[in-house]
């Protein structure tokens, strides 16, 4: 499985970005997928997950109630909308593939990672 992640960029305090995470060389319709993230300095923390039919969704506590995850699993494609984005959200996101169908918060639950996108929250 190779997952690619965009929609990075720059933003300024209050605005919104909407990451994607598609995935090839097989589907992943039945995995659990998750982001995660890493700024300047710090590990890598979990931010969001979703189980394979998108019922179940976890959240860390940092993003709940702006950060939405889903999956659209006839693309092949997860998704993280940011909204109210704040400047400690910056950081490299990262979108991960858990060959179990459910999703997870924890980094060794993951057997495939993209490359990861930078977002940059500024004015």
């Known amino acids: 499985v190779q997952l690619q992640a965009s929609g990075g960029g720059l933003v300024q305090p209050g605005g919104s970005l909407r990451l994607s995470c598609g995935a090839s060389?097989?589907?992943?319709?039945?995995?659990?997928m998750g982001w995660f993230r890493q700024a300047p300095g710090k590990e890598r923390e979990f931010v969001a997950a979703?189980?394979?039919?998108?019922?179940?969704?976890f959240y860390a506590d940092a993003v709940e109630g702006r950060f939405t995850i889903s999956r659209d699993n006839a693309k092949n494609t997860v998704y993280l909308q940011m909204n109210s984005l704040k400047p400690e959200d910056t950081a490299v996101y990262y979108c991960?593939?858990?060959?179990?169908?459910?999703?997870?918060?924890?980094?060794?639950?993951?057997?495939?990672w993209g490359q990861g996108t930078q977002v940059t929250v500024s004015s």
């Open positions: 979703i189980n394979w039919n998108g019922v179940r969704l």
């Open positions: 991960a593939a858990a060959r179990g169908t459910a999703g997870s918060r924890s980094e060794s639950s993951y057997d495939y």
């Open positions: 060389g097989r589907t992943v319709s039945y995995y659990g």
